[in-house]
């Protein structure tokens, strides 16, 4: 069996406890609040108008990072969960130090784009190759651009969360697949599953 294709074996078994135990959930909640303030305000939220008890049950895969140029972003405050599955506290961390080197090209035009379109969600599937004391982690992550404030520099509201055994920390992740469009939650029990190059990535 290829590596591509235990890559794939090891995604729709994650895809599975996803279903079952909805594990990114943290991931609905807070696009969910930021898309709630975006349609009551008519702009999206700054970091002042963040009200962490509109997303609270999820506020331990939360994250929030700032542009150090267009292209790449640094983690300023960090939840629990990815401080656990990178082994380290992440706080002054390129958002970059949880992609493995051949996907971070493709992170950096996620940013870009982000950062340069208009106010909307980038949804991105990742999954982390098993290795010894590690197996296979599914997991996601969501960026969530906030409206820019006078002196401070641009930021994002953003999530991360993972589904299956952890194993030894640290964990870093490929990317399998992402996109900016309105993405309705999956419904329970009815995952559908696109191969694309390199993995998976979900629809309804």
């Not at 990114?24 to 807070?30: M, R, S």
């Not at 008519?42 to 509109?54: F, H, I, M, Q, T």
């Not at 331990?60 to 939840?79: D, K, M, V, W, Y």
């Not at 953003?158 to 030894?168: D, E, I, L, N, P």
């Amino acid at each position: 069996m290829s590596e591509n294709d235990k890559g794939l074996r090891a995604a729709v078994i994650a895809l599975a406890g996803y279903r079952g135990g909805n594990g990114l959930a943290p991931l609905d909640a807070i696009e969910a609040y930021w898309r709630e303030q975006l349609e009551s305000r008519g702009v999206a939220p700054s970091r002042a108008e963040l009200d962490p008890r509109g997303f609270s049950k999820a506020l331990t895969n939360c994250f929030i990072a700032e542009a150090i140029t267009p292209r790449h972003l640094r983690l300023r405050l960090t939840g629990q969960h990815l401080s656990e599955v990178m082994g380290m506290d992440m706080r002054g961390m390129p958002l970059s130090a949880l992609i493995l080197p051949d996907s971070r090209p493709h992170l950096e035009q996620l940013i870009a784009e982000a950062l340069a379109g208009p106010a909307r969600p980038t949804r991105i599937n990742i999954f982390a190759p098993p290795r010894f004391g590690q197996p296979a982690l599914y997991g996601g992550m969501v960026l969530l651009p906030l409206r820019n404030e006078p002196g401070a520099p641009q930021r994002m509201l953003g999530a991360f969360a993972t589904v299956g055994k952890q194993g030894r920390a640290p964990r870093r992740f490929r990317i399998l697949g992402a996109g900016a469009e309105n993405r309705p939650a999956i419904a329970p029990g009815r995952p559908v599953l696109q191969v694309i190059e390199g993995g998976l990535s979900e629809r309804v």
